[in-house]
């Protein structure tokens, strides 16, 4: 058997969790919403979207390192074990897959959407007779106890800087468990946006064909049809903006009258002033130091750095630690 698949996060326990996160962030103050719950199927091709827009350089200068970088990494490092990260429709590992030179190789995509874990599975499988395919359905930072043991050197993706997404404890809770899943010879290759001139930055979140602000209004409408609440997306502006200290860019939803919000499957009332925000995300960005830093607090090492031209946007490949704190030499 070629494909199989394990379901740890169903339609029921994703919203119980929708319901936990959405009653906490929006009991607080400053009100906020994960960015997990950007992506239905209408957040999706809004994203794809944002992919292809010129003020959105990250996917563009990733995939132009990958396709430079991935013949050698694939030839040196020879993994038999492929583990990715929100894997999504798993397109960026299609380049690292047909770089291996036909070895027999396992894929094992965790993502929490069945459907496009499936579909990217059977496209791949299609593509690819030596490929097999062991998925996880489930929240990565919830379920990669479940990741099969490796079947062989591993390497594990963590792409498109959604490492940023995560703020500092949530990043080092997230690295240590990765940190778990490698052995000696293992390799993580992690993708991070960089520091850079915050107009840059800036415009890659405030595109002038204003699909990021569709994309952040969408995030009103997913909590409207998972616990029945009426928020009007169209009353709220977004606002995306550099947090220089902080290093990230931060978005949020900014209510441009008073709103009262009823969240029915919560029996939640949220009232929210003029000019008063909701948080949906933070993207942060980094440096090689910073990096490396986040990497060692994990029990990692960065192996290699391999920033793209323009200093953009960088793919660290790090390696485990051993657990007494000692370099684990290379296999």
Known sequence: MRYRVEVHADAHTRLKAMAEDVQRGLGERPRSLPPKYFYDAAGSRLFEQITRLPEYYLTRAEEALLDALAPALMRELAPRDLVELGSGFSLKTRRLLAARGGTVLRY???????????????????????????????????????????????????????????????????????????????????????????????????????????????????????????????????HAWYNAPASRIEMHLIADTPQTVYVRALDLTVRLEPSEGIWTESSYKFTWASTRAMLEAAGLRLDAWHPDGPGRFALALAAPRSRTGAVRPAA
């Open 108 to 238: 094992t995509p965790v993502d929490v959407d069945e459907t496009t874990v499936a579909a990217s599975a059977e496209r791949l499988l299609a593509e690819d007779p030596t490929l097999h395919v062991h998925a996880v359905v489930g929240d990565f930072e919830r379920h990669l106890v479940h990741v099969p043991a490796p079947n062989g050197r591993r390497l594990v993706l963590f792409l498109g800087s959604t490492i940023g997404n995560l703020d500092a404890p949530a990043r080092q809770a997230l690295l240590g468990q990765v940190r778990g899943l490698l052995r000696r010879g293992d390799r993580l290759l992690l993708g991070v946006d960089l520091v850079k001139d915050p107009a840059v930055l800036e415009a890659a979140y405030n595109d002038a064909a204003g699909v990021t602000a569709k994309f952040n209004r969408n995030i009103l409408r997913v909590v409207n049809r998972g616990l029945g609440a009426d928020f009007r997306p169209e009353g709220f502006r977004h």
